[in-house]
């Protein structure tokens, strides 16, 4: 019996043992498509006294819809991470291998001062995760900084003609 219950438990050891999840491989580059972002304001904090630029709120949720062109998977739309209520001017950006970085220089109509954008998340073929930070500068608002969660996923093809995009 004792020979048996080794037996066994040597062959056990030999046997394949369950396959741990693999990772799924890190493009070299975002996909092209048609992308929807979700963005969650995960704090706002006034930076001085007065009236805020922008009236954001804790929790408050936004999606947006944009086509990344073939052309534009180095430096896509800015409207995929802020949205398409910003015109936006890259400071810098890089988005390969898995990573997202970028820094934006941002305007919207009505306001009156920019709004200095930064992105860091990750990518895979499927979507990507993130978080962004804006501080708002204006001569006529109090500054404020607001920081997001972005989720992204790649739903598809752009449509004919491409999506509408905004921001640069």
């Known amino acids: 019996m004792r020979m048996h219950l080794f037996a066994i438990a040597a062959l056990s050891a ?3 043992a369950a396959e741990a999840p693999r990772e799924e491989a890190v493009p070299a580059a975002l996909g092209a498509g048609l992308w929807k972002t979700g963005a969650e304001v995960s704090a ?3 930076l001085e006294q007065g009236t805020p630029l922008i009236a954001a709120t804790k929790g408050e949720k936004s999606e947006s819809e944009t086509c990344v062109a073939a052309a534009e998977i180095a430096r896509p739309p800015a409207s995929l991470f802020v949205g398409d209520a910003y ?3 890259y400071q810098n950006v890089y988005v390969r291998n898995g990573r997202i970085n970028a820094a934006l220089t941002c305007s919207r109509e009505g306001l009156d001062g ?3 954008i930064t992105v ?3 990518f ?3 979507g990507f995760t993130g978080t962004s930070s804006a501080n708002s500068y204006s001569a006529a608002a109090a500054d404020m900084r607001i920081d997001t969660a972005l989720t992204g996923t790649r739903t598809g093809d752009c449509p004919a003609g491409g999506a509408p995009k905004k921001g640069a």
């Open 87 to 89: 015109k936006c001017t």
């Open 124 to 126: 895979t073929a499927a």
């Open 120 to 122: 860091e998340g990750r």
């Open 14 to 16: 030999c046997s394949p």
């Open 114 to 116: 920019t709004v200095a």
């Open 44 to 46: 706002v904090r006034a």
